[in-house]
């Protein structure tokens, strides 16, 4: 299991490196003197190039997932592990590479599907280490044969509050996307939606006696 885990971490900091590259590229050609906002208008056909690549990226990463594992369950809780540390090494390497971002409070871009999404780095980062917590709970026990049921109930909850954290991006990427500066992040919303989605895990993970 720890082999399992640490070649996980290996596959998702080398991909957060892919990540920061392409990052790098877009950023030389389109922000020479620096990343801020207000956003450069990106041609139509290099933006859908773009949004495609991340469509792609994230079939990548559940293809990879796919065919390691069997069950359903042990596929999305390796899918969400790679996620975030895919996430937390692309921050890494862009700091390492840019000395970018200033601080864990920068704006920044995050996601292109279907609108913009739009927060300060602690945000993705924060939500990225919940997964990785979630996704290594569920993983270890299913390697020991565990296999935790969860309701209709666990899963609307769950979905309601990844609905609340993307609203949470999209309201100021809203903004960003008409040219102009992110000025509020509704953290409240965000911190609503983190917690509420914690919470439920935390419950069903550790009081839930439906366990296979």
């Known amino acids: ?16 490196y892919m990540e920061a590259a392409v990052v790098i590229y877009l950023r030389d050609i389109y922000y020479p ?14 933006m859908l190039i773009e949004v495609l690549r991340e469509a792609a ?45 200033e601080s864990l409070v920068t704006w920044d871009i995050l996601f292109l599907i279907p609108l913009p999404w739009v927060g300060p780095v602690w945000a993705p980062v924060l939500v990225s280490i919940g997964l990785i917590y979630a996704g290594t709970a569920i993983l270890i026990r299913n390697y020991q044969n565990r296999f935790l049921h969860f309701g209709r109930g666990f899963i609307r909850s769950e979905l309601f509050a990844a609905l609340l954290i993307i609203v949470s991006f999209i309201i100021p990427g809203l903004s960003v996307a ?13 911190l609503m939606g983190f917690f509420t989605g914690l919470g439920v895990f935390l419950y069903h993970f550790y009081r839930s006696e439906n366990i296979k």
């Not at 069997?70 to 390492?96: C, H, M, N, P, T």
């Open 1 to 16: 299991m720890i082999k399992h885990l640490f070649w996980l971490m290996i596959w998702g900091a080398v991909f957060g």
């Open 33 to 46: 003197e620096g990343f801020t906002f207000p956003l450069v208008v990106i041609p139509a056909p290099i």
């Open 57 to 101: 990226t994230l079939l990548i990463v559940w293809t990879t997932v796919y065919l390691v594992h069997e069950r359903l369950q042990s596929r999305i809780a390796a899918f969400v592990i790679l996620f975030g540390i895919w996430d937390i090494f692309y921050y890494i390497f862009l700091k390492l590479l840019l000395d970018w971002p």
């Open 178 to 190: 008409g040219q102009s500066l992110p000025t509020h992040f509704p953290w409240y919303l965000f």
